[in-house]
Structures are given as C-alpha cells and as structure tokens.
C-alpha cells in the first residue's frame, strides 16, 4: 500500500492570494489525482496528474486556476490561484496502483480563505 | 456512467448493536466496489473492497459488506458498534474494465452513541 504526505495539513489564507499543496508518494505511481471536499459533501475530482504529460481537467476545473505539477512518480502539486471563500473546502491528493485496487489518499488540506 | 447512492446521510446507533450503512451502484457493467472511512481531520482509509468471487467481503475493523448483483447493494455492516467507530463513511464504485476513477457516494455520518 502506498503512503502519501501531504502539506499543509491547514492553512488560513487572504482572499486574492494562492497556496501550493505537495503530496509526497512513498513508491512511484502512475497516476495521481486531486480531490476537492466541500462542508458536507462528497469528494468532487478536480483533476489527474500523470508524470510527463499535462494534468487532465474536469468539468468546472481549469489550468489557470488549479494549476499542476507531475515532476516525478513520486511527487505533485496542486495550486490553488487567486482564492476566493468558495475555495475554502478540503483538498486531497491520492494515487491509484491498479484498476481492481483501492485508491490511497493523503491526509488533506483544510483550507479556509478569509 | 456510474453512479453511487448512500441514501441516509447520517445512522445513528448504541454501542454493542449492530449497524448497516447503505449504498446502491449503477454501473453498465460489473463493478468494483469499495468503502473508505474518513476520520474528522483526516484523509479518507480504506476499508474493505468487492472486486470478484465471494458475495461476503470482509475488511478492517471487523466491517464486512454484502455484494447483491440483483439489488445493485454494497451494505456495510458490523455486528457490534463501537464509539470509536463515528466517522463519515464513502461508498465508491468504478466500472471493471473502464475508467480508473472512481465515483464516491456523498457519505454517510456514523454515531455510535455510548
């Protein structure tokens, strides 16, 4: 299984400025995903991060707001741009080893933009 | 497409009865299906997963869950609750031979009441 690091574990931030998150993977792995949890809510995908090619975006999530590094197998970052308070939400990262395999996940961001 | 349904979004129950958080899938095909516990401050832990063969799958922290193909159900259960055991509790389901990411149900809150 794999474990993931990731930092900050929480930040308060002032709206108009932007906070980087690193997730930090104890094996290498293909695939990387970034996660946004809202009060209340399930875990919405923001975007997948594999080594060597540009960061996939979903529905509603942009590169100039959410902007990704994939440097390694091992590494990734995820910004967050220009916040406002409708970003403060709790942001994951995890990684998948195999299409029957669970999906491990760091233990997240809690971000508040004040 | 896929899609998860947790209908209750809290359970609660005494400590020592048993409990079943509820989730239903929709998939086109054959599912793998998961749940994960999220802890409050913390990123989400796996818990136990159906991918094929025995109905009956058995998992960390004495849950078990029951795949019912006909009823398209992943109830989680436990024959004996413990306090410790109030969390938020995600249902997931991700189509066998498609995409890698998975669907996360919006989560169930477990009280377990002493």
């Known amino acids: 299984s794999a474990v993931i690091s990731q930092k900050p574990s929480r930040d308060i931030c002032q709206r108009g400025t932007s906070l980087t998150i690193q997730c930090q993977v104890d094996?290498?792995?293909?695939?990387m995903f970034w996660y946004r949890q809202q009060p209340g809510q399930s875990l919405t995908l923001i975007a997948t991060?594999?080594?060597?090619?540009?960061?996939?975006?979903e529905s509603g999530f942009v590169i100039d707001k959410f902007p990704i590094s994939r440097p390694n197998l091992t590494f990734s970052t995820l910004t967050v741009s220009n916040m406002s308070p409708e970003d403060s939400s709790i942001y994951l990262c995890?990684?998948?080893?195999?299409?029957?395999?669970?999906?491990?996940f760091g233990q997240g961001t809690r971000l508040t933009v004040v | 497409a896929q899609s998860v349904a947790q209908p209750e979004d809290q359970v609660n129950v005494a400590e020592g009865n048993p409990l079943t958080v509820k989730c239903t899938y929709s998939?086109?095909?054959?599912?793998?299906l998961f749940w994960y516990v999220q802890y409050p401050n913390r990123g989400l832990q796996f818990l136990l997963k159906?991918?094929?063969?025995?109905?009956l799958v058995k998992g960390s922290y004495g849950f078990e869950a029951e795949f019912n193909k006909s009823q398209t159900s992943f109830h989680l259960k436990k024959p004996s609750a413990l306090v410790s055991d109030s969390a938020l509790y995600f249902c997931?389901?991700?189509?066998?031979?498609?995409?890698?990411?998975?669907?996360f149900g919006r989560g169930t809150s477990l009280i377990v009441h002493p």
């Open positions: 995890s990684v998948e080893e195999g299409s029957y395999t669970e999906a491990f």
């Open positions: 094996s290498q792995v293909t695939m």
């Open positions: 991060a594999n080594q060597g090619s540009e960061a996939t975006y």
């Open positions: 998939v086109s095909g054959n599912p793998y």
């Open positions: 159906y991918i094929t063969g025995d109905n």
């Open positions: 997931a389901v991700r189509e066998r031979g498609g995409s890698y990411i998975p669907t």
